[in-house]
């Protein structure tokens, strides 16, 4: 077992226990993981499932089924574009296309339906925050705003 | 002389547009000017279309700065704005912006009036009277009260509020629950947010409202992952009350047991529908349950749940301390009270409106909304989410009323009000509801799970303009088939907005030239 995998499966754990340990904390606890730790990797779902006494079926299952529970490492940015009605009525579509073109690799777009920002659309999460009334270039803005990656 | 109280929300839709900058500013220039102010952040009224929106208190008078942005903070310092002096943002007392004053605020009225983390501010606004007017009449007495009311599920299906809260108190069990939908999953909705938000504390006292009269002692609160300031401020006020003895053991010496657990979504559109909800909160995949039993006789852990929605239980503190009567004294037909409309997409003044139902989608869209943002004229209107039909401008005089939009193949559902100008191609938003469904399907049932998927597949031909008559007739099949067969409203209602699209804008499916 390499060092890495060892502090990973500390961190796990330490999550797991944040919650009792208790299966029914499931979905908490994952997304607890991918909030802390960026995504849930396979050893974590074997990990987890003998820590909580269910089947790596049960886990993975979850894991698969939710679509904020990562399975691959993102990059150092993560922004999420919506992509509903309201957005849409505003220019989402044109502000998605444009999106994919100003980032650079260790930015990674989502999709995202509804933050809730309907009446200031189009919206987009930077990192956690949501933004209103972004055209392309306050798109640029922000991502130029973005600290250099770590 | 007191400082100043300088309000500046703080809410997502705010916040999104740069409420903590402008915060930030004002705290730095009266700093730098040596001027005493309090900065209060407050909820949002909801008059998005001004945010950021500054308030400065003036003797009993609020006075309004809209649309600030950091580098106004200056010239407001300069234009005295602490002692009224006028400024070009100025649009005067807050308590005359027609937009706001013509609107009956029920379930909303502390939010924006109150700094929405301070226990001192909301127990200064009736804070917990409810509560306590409930500890005094009893349970029976306030499920009484809302059964009076009339009071529907604001969540969109429009269940008697009342008849579950009964259930719940009436079904046998000695550990029962109440879960709060706060997942708030309809795009185009905002209005659970804004109250979290706005009125945690408020939010909160509706809950052990809830839980006291069905006999419970605990509520999870399932809040969608996409609202993460929400999260921040309820955890801050769960901790407040926990701290000053209003969740936990023996609350006040009422000798009420109630706590509230918050859990945060996985990024799931069909966890808004209940039971897949109580399979999330259980830990597990969303599933859609089938339903007997009800989440009211066996739900969170097979112990009796109330699932309610959160601006149907927040409703309730007020029809507490008013009464059921006054509350169903408001509205039309069988729709009684209010409803707290959310206004977006392509609109000049969006926003949160709450009126009392009856209202036309006209008054709201064009005599609050102000029609589109672009200036262009109105194409289409979707109410309801994305499980809610388009409707032409022919369709606005349609009174907002549950009853009278299924009587037009539409919804109410949440309330959203999603507003298109004539450059939208509604093709497109047919097809995106089928991808949509294909996207967020939880895929138990086959409707729902192969149909949204052969449905974008379909409209794509008919948008190709392959073999139109075939593809419309097969579409149309599909859409009954989804409709009648499907387990929940995902793969049950996705057909509204396409059918609504196949009426009323069969022309945007015309071969498109480059085709």
Redesign the interface.
């Known amino acids: 077992m390499s060092a890495q995998t060892t502090a990973q499966s500390v961190a796990i754990a330490e999550i797991a226990g944040r919650f009792g340990n208790r299966p029914e904390q499931l979905v908490q606890i994952l997304v607890t993981v991918v909030q802390e730790r960026g995504w849930v990797a396979e050893s974590d779902i074997r990990q987890l499932a003998g820590t909580l006494n269910l089947s790596r079926a049960e886990v993975h299952g979850v894991v698969e089924y939710y679509h904020d529970l990562r399975t691959a490492a993102p990059g150092t940015h993560i922004v999420r574009i919506c992509r509903a009605e309201a957005c849409q009525a505003m220019g989402a579509r044109e502000l998605e296309a444009h999106a994919h073109n100003a980032i650079d690799d260790n930015v990674t777009v989502e999709a995202v339906y509804c933050l809730g920002n309907c009446a200031c659309a189009p919206a987009v999460m930077v990192n956690g925050t949501t933004h209103g009334r972004v055209d392309a270039a306050r798109f640029d803005a922000l991502i130029r705003a973005l600290p250099e990656g770590e | 002389m007191a400082a100043v109280k300088v309000f500046v929300p703080r809410e997502?839709?705010a916040?999104?547009?740069g409420a903590n900058e402008v915060a930030v500013a004002i705290a730095a220039e009266a700093k730098r000017r040596g001027a005493d102010i309090e900065l209060a952040r407050n909820g949002s009224w909801g008059a998005?279309?001004l945010?950021p929106l500054v308030e400065v208190q003036l003797g009993d008078q609020r006075i309004a700065y809209a649309n600030i942005e950091p580098t106004d903070v200056p010239s407001l310092f300069a234009a005295g704005f602490l002692d009224g002096g006028g400024h070009d943002k100025c649009i005067g007392p807050v308590a005359e912006i027609e937009y706001l004053i013509t609107q009956e605020r029920w379930t909303f009225w502390r939010c924006g009036l109150v700094e929405s983390l301070s226990l001192e501010d909301f127990l200064a606004h009736q804070g917990f009277k409810a509560l306590r007017k409930a500890w005094e009449t009893g349970p029976d007495a306030v499920i009484d009260e809302v059964t009076a009311s009339g009071l529907r599920g604001r969540g969109g299906a429009g269940f008697p509020a009342g008849i579950k809260w009964r259930t719940v108190a009436d079904a046998a069990g000695d550990r029962k629950y109440v879960a709060c939908n706060a997942d708030?999953?309809?795009?185009?909705?905002?209005s659970d947010?804004m109250l979290m938000e706005g009125d945690p504390y408020g939010f909160i006292e509706s809950l052990a409202i809830a839980a006291f009269a069905v006999g419970a002692n605990k509520a999870y609160i399932y809040l969608r992952?996409?609202?993460?300031?929400t999260r921040a401020i309820l955890s801050r006020a769960i901790a407040t009350l926990r701290e000053t003895g209003w969740l936990g053991s023996d609350i006040q010496g009422s000798g009420f047991e109630f706590d509230v657990e918050l859990?945060?979504?996985?990024?799931?559109?069909v966890c808004g529908e209940e039971t897949a909800m109580l399979e999330?909160?259980?830990?597990?995949?969303?599933l859609v349950r089938s339903k007997p039993p009800l989440p009211a006789i066996s739900g969170l852990?097979g112990a009796p749940t109330l699932v309610n929605n959160v601006v149907t239980l927040a409703s309730v503190p007020n029809i507490v301390n008013l009464g059921g009567a006054r509350y169903a004294a408001m509205g039309v037909n069988r729709s009684k009270g209010t409803l707290a409309f959310?206004?977006?997409?392509?609109?000049k003044r969006?926003?949160?409106v709450e009126r009392s139902f009856g209202v036309t989608l006209r008054d709201i869209v064009e005599g609050y909304g102000g029609g589109t943002?672009s200036g262009r004229p109105v194409k289409a209107v979707?109410v309801g989410g994305?499980l809610g039909a388009y409707l032409s401008p022919e369709e606005l005089d349609t009174p907002l009323d549950y009853e009278a939009f299924v009587e037009i193949g539409a919804m109410i559902g949440h309330g959203?009000i999603?507003?298109?100008?004539d450059t939208?191609n509604m093709a497109?938003?047919a097809r995106?509801a089928m991808e949509?469904c294909a996207?967020?399907s939880?895929g138990k049932c086959t409707p729902c799970r192969i149909g949204s998927t052969r449905g974008v597949e379909l409209i794509d031909r008919l948008i190709k303009g392959e073999k139109r008559d075939e593809n419309y007739d097969l579409l149309v099949e599909l859409c009954d088939t989804m409709e009648d067969a499907s387990l929940c409203a995902m793969g049950g209602m996705t057909p509204y907005p396409v059918r609504s699209v196949l009426h009323k804008f069969a022309d945007d499916f015309a071969p498109r030239d480059e085709a």
């Open positions: 997502t839709t916040v999104s547009v998005c279309w945010e708030e999953g309809d795009s185009g909705t905002f947010r992952s996409e609202y993460p300031l859990h945060i979504g996985a990024g799931s559109y999330s909160l259980e830990g597990k995949k969303g852990f959310q206004l977006g997409g392509n609109v969006g926003g949160l943002a979707q994305p959203g999603v507003v298109f100008d939208a497109q938003q995106f949509f996207i967020e939880c």
